[in-house]
């Protein structure tokens, strides 16, 4: 119940910001191998599940956490094929929108 009521009061800038930490997240663990599909880069490590975890929480968090989140993504993927974006574009720009 309160884990709703808190929901209620979360937005899409929230969503956003997610969204900012986990790009981070990934690059982050660029260099690690964490986040290759190809087992042999780690070593019989899982995969790291940094989406599925920020997926959970999105979920949780209700449809406007959900807008943001997926708005960053949506732009991040539809950049990709030219040029990746570096999260700190979006904080920047959500910077710009308040």
Do not use: C, N, W
């Amino acid at each position: 119940m309160a884990e709703r009521q808190r929901s209620k009061h979360l937005t899409a800038a929230d969503g956003r910001r997610l969204a900012i930490d986990m790009l981070r997240e990934i690059r982050d663990e660029v260099g690690s191998d964490a986040t290759s599909i190809e087992e042999e880069y780690r070593e019989g490590r899982p995969q790291s599940d940094v989406l599925a975890r920020h997926l959970r929480v999105v979920g949780r968090a209700g449809p406007a956490v959900e807008a943001g989140f997926l708005a960053v993504l949506t732009d991040f993927l539809g950049g990709a094929f030219e040029a990746p974006t570096d999260p700190e574009f979006y904080e920047e720009l959500e910077a710009k929108l308040h």
